[in-house]
């Protein structure tokens, strides 16, 4: 037997720590997997978010008002592709708001404005992928369409395709080993590039005609396309269509105590964060949960987080209440609910154990991202890691840290950095993941519901 020391500290399970979590885990994520499967894209994500916040109380910001009270719930929509939910506190926001940030695009294959095209009888759309992506992962995978498109009209469409049984689904071929041996010669990163991943959608001619067409799968394609969606091939380049895989979520392993599922970065810090938002009532502070987009391209456009959108909803409402919103700013606390990366002992080389998430050990703190030399990175100071860590200690909430990877190996970022530089103290909080932004990543049940545990605790801060 090991005498327990009282110097050191390890990380360890959930179930070491919290016995009891594990039905309230499972439960939690039976519901997720069904907000996943009804959010692919950032569009869905949006619209089910504000679907669920309308159905528990929250009302449309209107920033013409002239007071707000402990309590009230309001949505803001940015452009269909963003949200985000208040909770009005009970002290003015020049106190310090608490703001929870996730994001809710991930990697995928996007369409070019000009999609279609017929090669030897088969047509396809041509794509341009979206966020980081291992590109050899995406062919033989079955993929789904999503977006949105304009019509010559003004009006638009749109689009899910191939998430039911009986609708088509839509590949990317790859090459049959026995004639592959020049392919396999190629780096991994090379292994399909990215004009390689090209989707299959059609194989049938044009008949009803006696005319000769020059490319009749293409025309029967399109035809059947402006049959289904009324569209024309023109119609493409006014569209944001998104290609993804077509899986559900599901539960992995005789235990069912992990979930695959397409999207996790970040929709799985996303759903916690919400849920935590939406049961967070008559606060001390006022509570701000955003749903951000563009995090998987570096935060751009005025949907992602280096914009103003979010920056200027804080104005309206320290107008409202008649205080600075520099002041809010400096009193804040922000949490970047974004995954870490967790320690795959299949590739234990890239990751230092010792400062590794790992799944099962709960909500990862996460003090910095970036890459050589943390450059990039918000670096969480030692006061605002501290206040953190009470919250989840006063509140039992198992939680564990977590570094990118080896030093010098690679690295990354979240939206930290285009919220700390408000001069709002930041740092990242969410999932560690396995698989991180391949078609199906592992997550576990228990880290999910510690997750929202934590979200929910941070909510409570009044200090
Ligand atoms: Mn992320
Ligand atoms: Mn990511």
Known sequence: MSRKSEYTHEYT?????????????????????????????????TNRIIEMAKENGYVEFDKSITSVSQGKKFFVNNRGKSVILITIGKEKIDKGVNFVISHIDSPRLDLKPNPVYECEDIAYFKTHYYGGIKK??????PLSMHGRIFREDGSFVDISLGENDDEPKFIITDLLPHLAKEQEKRTLGEGVTGEELNIVIGSIPIIDTDEEIKE???????????????IKEKDF??????????????????????????????????????????????????????????????????????????????????????????????????????VNSAYDPTFADVFEKRNSSHINRGVVLTKYTGHAGKSGSNDASAETMAKVIK???????????????KVDIGGGGTIAKFVSRRNIDTIDVGVAVLSMHSPYELTSKLDIYHTYLAYKAFLLNNN
């Open 13 to 45: 399970h959930i179930l070491k720590n919290d016995k009891r979590c594990m039905d309230d885990a499972f439960d939690f994520c039976e519901d997720y997997k069904d907000f996943m499967n009804a959010s692919k894209t950032e569009r869905e994500c």
């Open 136 to 141: 050899y992962q995406w062919p033989t995978v």
């Open 216 to 230: 009749a799968v293409k025309e029967n394609t399109l035809k059947i396309l402006y049959e289904t969606f009324k």
């Open 237 to 338: 380049a006014r569209a944001e269509i998104e290609f993804v895989p077509a899986s559900k979520a599901t539960d992995i392993g005789f235990d069912k105590s992990m979930i695959a599922a397409y999207g996790q970065d970040d929709k799985v810090c996303a759903y916690p964060a919400l849920i935590a938002e939406i049961e967070n009532e008559k606060p001390v502070k006022t509570s701000v949960t955003v749903f951000t987009d563009k995090e998987e391209i570096g935060s751009e456009g005025n949907t992602g987080m280096k914009a103003e959108y979010l920056f200027e909803v804080m104005e309206d409402l320290a107008d409202i209440q008649k205080v600075k919103v520099r002041d809010c700013y400096r009193n804040s606390i922000c949490l970047s609910s974004d």
């Open 391 to 405: 919250l989840m200690d006063d509140r039992n909430v198992v939680w564990q840290i977590g570094e990118l990877g």
